[in-house]
């Protein structure tokens, strides 16, 4: 299993160009998330899904938008892109979880800067 | 909402044990996990307290009281790979097992 996989791992954007970070992973998982992670602070959740066709915003979805047209699948797209979103991406997933959570796979990251 | 303070920065000796604490608050507290993440890296599991006490996995041990807010990461016989940021997170009840992030506690082992 290749487990959670992100594309592209580094970008560089200018201000105002729109992009798509694309996320798919193989393990049947029903929830998938997105998560940005700025130098010295936390993971902060951007979108998550628990199933295909159901996303919902997260702590900082404002400037994002996501789909889920398939259970393996999570793209995450930036509509017009600005200096605030200079950050490092991650996507994760989990299967569903039984009492008390379950815990969350994450692909490798994609470094995006806007210029 | 949900609040999580741990310690910036640690430093420890090889051979060594370290305790990184994590103290939280949080509206349903649906579990607390212990990540690792190594400069440029991504995240990986290192641990999961749902009930309160001790769980042991190797040279890793994490450790969870609910009514204090309070869980610790131990880490014995410290190696060099150990230098990384450890992420303590809170999961909470409402859907979709999402979790709530600290900032992390960047170890540095030293000789």
């Known amino acids: 299993n290749a487990g959670v996989t992100q594309t592209p791992k580094f970008r560089i954007l200018k201000i105002g160009q729109s992009m798509t970070l694309q996320c798919t992973q193989d393990?049947?998982?029903?929830?998938m998330y997105w998560y940005r992670q700025d130098p010295g602070m936390g993971l902060k959740l951007i979108y998550y899904?628990?199933?295909?066709?159901?996303?919902d915003k997260g702590e900082v979805p404002n400037g994002y938008n996501v789909s889920r047209s398939t259970t393996e699948d999570f793209p995450l797209r930036l509509e017009l892109a600005a200096p605030s979103q200079t950050s490092v991406y991650f996507c994760?997933?989990?299967?569903?979880?039984?009492?008390?959570?379950?815990?969350?796979?994450f692909g490798s990251g994609t470094q995006l800067s806007v210029l | 909402g949900q609040n999580i303070d741990q310690p910036t920065e640690m430093t420890a000796t090889e051979g060594a044990i370290v305790q990184i604490n994590c103290t939280y608050q949080t509206s349903g507290f649906n579990g607390l996990f212990w990540y690792q993440q190594h400069a440029g890296e991504a995240p990986t599991f290192l641990s999961y307290?749902?009930?309160?006490g001790l769980e042991e996995k190797g040279r890793f041990s994490s450790f969870l009281s609910r009514s204090k807010g309070y869980s610790y990461l131990l880490l014995k016989e410290l190696q060099m790979k150990d230098s990384a940021s450890y992420l303590c997170?809170?999961?909470?009840?409402?859907?979709?097992?999402?979790?709530?992030f600290g900032t992390g506690t960047q170890l540095k082992v030293e000789l």
């Open positions: 994760a997933s989990s299967p569903q979880g039984r009492r008390g959570g379950s815990k969350l796979f």
């Open positions: 997170a809170i999961g909470f009840t409402g859907g979709g097992n999402k979790l709530t």
């Open positions: 899904s628990v199933g295909a066709g159901i996303t």
């Open positions: 393990m049947n998982h029903n929830y």
């Open positions: 307290n749902v009930l309160d």
